[in-house]
């Protein structure tokens, strides 16, 4: 629980509602209702084990910020609770509810406790994958899927993994539920263009046949996707957008725009793996797990590749 003031405004409670809810319970000394909400506040602040935070303003020490939140949800009686998130006030509610509707408040707005294992989970299989255990990273996101299959997040980390770690039957399995979605989420189709790369890649010809067709015809374009989804599958990512770049020079609307496409896909791979990379070594060989969802704005080789595609469409 937090005492809120001029000076901790920003950074305990509009700054501190970015990472989780915050419940400001504005009250007074001489409020007897106040008395008998505070207890019950930090009653559930416990129960909620996290998923909230509690803070208290003392409306006579600071009335500027009682006055004004008051006037926003045209409020004149406290207890007043406001909760905050996301840096903004979002709701509120007045008076010393009983914990069944403040239960019910806070449950419109808080994440569920399954919400939150889920992202606990997700949050240590990031960490192992840093430390190189694959594995166990895999087993974390499979089991945050399992409590909650419409978390996006563990989806993509789970296809992530999976697929440089070259479990491309695993992949396909996790990707069908999302396969076919009205609107896609941009992370979920790159992997799944990088998936459908695997698979081609099975059974594809030779690199050295492929080059052969492709010397003998600039313009075959299914030889140098074939190429392409090669490299793709390897994550050798700036060979593949080579080659796909070789096609969109010479015929932008190929195959339904699907060398466009797969190039953006790639850079949608490589904007989620920019910021760090670690490797962890299998059986068969070494392969590249790529940790953390942050962009580097200044990264030159995704700045070189979106620059040739923007000079090549437009």
């Known amino acids: 629980m937090l005492d809120i003031s001029l000076q901790n405004f920003e950074s305990d409670l509009i700054t501190a509602s970015t990472q989780q809810p915050v419940l400001l319970d504005i009250w007074a000394p001489w409020c007897g209702p106040c008395k008998a909400l505070g207890p019950l506040l930090e009653k559930l602040e416990t129960a909620y084990a996290g998923r909230f935070k509690l803070a208290k303003l003392n409306s006579d020490d600071q009335p500027e910020i009682a006055g004004q939140l008051s006037q926003m949800f045209g409020v004149r009686s406290i207890p007043f609770c406001v909760l905050f998130k996301g840096g903004q006030p979002v709701d509120g509610f007045v008076g010393a509810l009983p914990e069944t ?15 939150v294992a889920a ?15 694959v594995e166990s990273a895999i087993e974390k996101l499979e089991a945050a899927l399992a409590i909650n299959p419409a978390n996006d997040v563990a989806r993509g980390d789970y296809l ?28 979920l189709d790159a992997y799944g263009h990088w998936l459908a790369a695997c698979e081609a890649a099975q059974r594809a010809r030779s690199p050295e046949d492929i080059g052969r067709a492709i010397e003998a015809d600039k313009r075959d374009f299914a030889a140098r996707f074939e190429l392409a989804q090669i490299h793709l599958s390897v994550q050798s990512f700036t060979k593949a957008m ?15 725009e699907l060398a466009r496409k797969t190039y953006v896909a790639i850079l949608e791979v490589m904007r989620k793996s920019a910021s760090s990379k670690v490797e962890a070594t299998t059986k068969k060989s070494t392969i590249e797990i790529y940790i953390k969802d942050s962009l580097v704005s200044d990264d030159p080789v995704l700045y070189a590749y979106r620059r040739r595609l923007s000079m090549v469409l437009f």
């Open 242 to 256: 080579d080659e796909l770049l070789e096609i969109l020079m010479r015929d932008k609307g190929w195959n339904g």
């Open 101 to 115: 509707e403040v239960r019910a408040f806070l449950d419109k707005h808080v994440p569920s406790a399954v919400d």
């Open 160 to 187: 992530r993994a999976l697929l440089g770690a070259g479990r491309i039957e695993e992949a396909r399995r996790a990707y069908e539920p999302v396969a076919n979605r009205v609107l896609p989420d941009a992370r």
């Open 119 to 133: 992202a606990s989970d997700v949050d240590e299989a990031g960490a192992l994958l840093a430390e190189g255990d």
